[in-house]
């Protein structure tokens, strides 16, 4: 079992930047793919960001350009997502999640956190 636990949401200007932190525990946590999910109100949970084991292959989704990065550090257990100029369109609840398979699919993440809001004001 894996337990996985974000921070680092908040509230922010348009333009502004955050770095959400997702740190994992439990038995070869660090051997996942993580992937990062948001889901806004009515809408169906996204994919943003997907990284493996190793931090050698990141994938992002298409609405990203640029803006965001995933990053993890596996001595600390933790993976990062980067948020720089954000728009008010990025509001959403974001989830990391950790999967066997390397996937943007939510459905094969395997363990889900429980969420952190981002909220972005014009």
């Known amino acids: 079992q894996v337990q996985l636990v974000e921070s680092g949401g908040g509230l922010v200007q348009a333009g502004g930047s955050l770095r959400l932190s997702c740190v994992a525990s439990?038995?070869?946590?660090?051997?996942?793919?993580m992937g990062w999910f948001r889901q806004a109100p009515g809408k169906e949970r996204e994919f943003v960001a997907r990284?493996?084991?190793?931090?050698?292959?990141?994938s992002y989704g298409d609405f990203v350009k640029g803006r965001l990065t995933v990053s993890r550090d596996n001595a600390k257990n933790t993976v990062y997502l980067q948020m720089n100029n954000l728009k008010q369109e990025d509001t959403a609840v974001y989830y990391c999640?950790?999967?066997?398979?390397?996937?943007?699919?939510?459905?094969?993440?395997?363990?889900w956190g429980q969420g952190t809001q981002v909220t972005v004001s014009s």
């Open positions: 439990g038995p070869t946590s660090s051997s996942y793919i």
């Open positions: 999640a950790a999967s066997r398979v390397l996937s943007i699919q939510a459905g094969v993440y395997v363990y």
């Open positions: 990284i493996n084991w190793s931090g050698g292959s990141t």
